[in-house]
């Protein structure tokens, strides 16, 4: 018996289940491909893999609906791979230990994956449901959305043949998203040289802070682990506390915002009392500041003993902690927009920080509703790193994806939502970037909504998946695909 074979829809959740029993990182995408392919094979559906692991299944129209236009469902296959500091799991082979508590789904230490591991299931079930009365279906499952959406940019779309495009990367049940932000990625780099030094070590740590999606969650104001400790840096440099950096280290994907940070130092003797002082004061400033909405702070050191070193000379040194404390951070601009008033226009998160043998190294995720303050937000970057002699590189460019007003997918969802629900729903777009930008830019004729279940704390280890909504989602979408 699995772990979720007594929950309804059942076929949803045994595709989710197996799905959860396969390694599927960013950039660790073949076992999923397969096992996806393997799906197709004994289904008798028609399946194409490309070199970069995104598959494509042809799946026949239910009887009555070949001459209706075909529709594609679309998500991603990798997850981001967060886990708690005292998880053991292996992101490269372990499976997922799930577990069912009330409504909610989740995994044990780690991140659950149900973005966008639902959206599989979801399209398989509809795909293989012999209720389920549908127009001809392409299921699209792409590679690697969550460090750049590379799979959907190499994406070869010239065997689709769809009118409409279901994506099911949305995370709240009862909205209709009909636009997303475009974005980048970005890498701020110094270089760095380092000298001996004896004395006694500490490292310092900040952990404790709720962190989240880069995209829905910037305009919760989170705290940045990373933004935080470069406070922190500057902090104890202006108590002249006589300190030199060994080690820093902070997150792990680069559109989460990093909920903990640590960083290696040499001190004299004589500051020991002082330095730990001013550490428990710069925690009591920082708890203070994010009271509404950080609970669960922790700013603290452990004395290491004495110790020998390779620390970072001063003038490198500096220059880190300058950038750590001028890089912009979170939310830049709200939209003024009339139709998307509330709505974040242009943010950045900075997600990954690394101390290697010979530079330093920042990386941030930009995003942006207006191409024009995307494009100055990363000239802002570049002209602060270059400033300071370091060098900046962006990748992983892609297009915003603009409301369609004519939508015929947009009305009829609207309308099978208000049958079903007895009510209307929400009608909105977003600040994250999702690949419906992607295939809005190379189908330009492709009719676009993006839905999904209710979700929380995505790109956290304490992401839950709500059962029940998993079930009214899965009668919406086949609402929709009958109606269609």
Partial sequence: MGVLSELEPKLVFQYFEEICAIPRGSRNNKAISDYLCDFAKKNGFKAVQDNLYNVVIFVPASEGYEDKKAVILQGHMDMVCEKTSDSRHDFTRDPLNIAVMDDDIFARGTTLGGDDGIALSIAMAAATDKDVKHPPLELVFTVDEEIGMIGAKGLDVSDLKAAYMLNLDSEEEGEIVTSSAGGLDAVMSVPVKYKKMSGEEYKIIISGLTGGHSGTEIDKYRANAIIIMGRLLHFLKDKKVDFHISGLDSGLMINAIPRDAD???????EDRNSFEDLIAEFEKTVKNEYRANEHNIMIYCDYKGHAE?????????????????????????????????????????????????????????????ISSAKAALSDKLRYLTETIGGSYEESSDYPAWEYNGDSTLLNTAIKVYKAQYGRDCIVKGIHAGIECGIFYDKMPSLDIISIGPDMKGVHTPQEKLSVSSVERTWKFIKGILEEL
């Fill in 263 to 269: 960083c290696d130092v040499i001190l004299s003797g």
């Fill in 309 to 369: 070193r390779e620390v970072l000379y001063k003038k490198h040194e500096d220059r880190v902690i300058f950038l750590l404390n001028t890089v912009p951070d979170g939310v830049q601009r709200m939209s003024q927009e009339e139709a998307t008033k509330g709505l974040v226009e242009t943010s950045l998160n900075n997600g990954i920080m690394r101390l290697s043998e010979k530079r330093f190294y920042l990386s941030t995720s930009l995003r942006s509703s």
